[in-house]
């Protein structure tokens, strides 16, 4: 409550972390922010147990197979997916931002409109990538002299192993699909480059998005009902 009617400071325009120029928002638009994050939550919410559990526990009796479940699910994941993204770098990290005086609100750019996969990684979520060419990347090929192909590749290993630490908090299922999925499609991202910038390459990488994604979930959702059925029957 003290946070909406403090005083406000200007921020001053420069470069930071992300790269790109600071902007001042105020108490409306911060508030409505938060009221839009608990919107979505609620909606999520809803999806989840009106879209998604039903069908998990369809898996889990036996009533349907795995590719059906991933049929049924793809839809509804594709959409988790994308509310997850807009919740936590579009409504969260701004009202953090603002809340704790970080002067840089570019969190994510337009990566709906991607032609590559690399061009997706790096525009879906501009702290991590950054984080990682500039601690890492930067790193391994000024530091100890690696070829910057090789240093890219070992950066973007980390990346996906980030991001695999994040599903094994979530299912709690060691599991490495994420990483493995990640590690055999890097070089097809490379050689998806010839779509660069072109409306096919956009029309290729929202296929990707729409099924890839949501069959990488289903194979942590198919472990975490086996394990549960397991502890059932246990």
Known sequence: VVFFFKQKTAYEIAQRLVGSEMCIRDRLYILLKGILFALSFVKLYQIMSNFILPICDDYRAEKIIFFEMY???????????????????????????????????????????????????IKI????????????????VTKYGLKYAI???????????????????IFKIPK?????????????????????????????????????????LCFYIRDYELALKQSQLN
């Open 71 to 121: 049929l049924r699910l793809m839809l509804p994941l594709s959409i988790i997916l994308l509310m997850i993204i807009i919740m936590l770098f579009d409504f969260l990290c701004t009202f953090s931002a603002e809340l704790f005086y970080y002067p840089d609100h570019m969190f994510y750019e337009d990566f709906w409109n991607s032609t590559t996969m690399n061009e997706f990684l």
């Open 125 to 140: 979520n501009n702290i991590i990538p950054n984080f990682f060419k500039v601690h890492l990347l930067n790193e391994l």
């Open 176 to 216: 490495p699909y994420f990483f493995v999925c990640i590690l055999i499609n890097y070089p097809i991202y490379k050689k998806l480059h010839i779509f660069k910038d072109r409306y096919l390459g956009n029309f290729v990488f929202l296929a990707l998005f729409a099924t890839l994604g949501p069959l990488i």
């Open 151 to 169: 240093a890219q590749a070992i950066s973007f290993a980390f990346s996906a192993a980030f991001f695999e630490l994040l599903m094994l908090f």
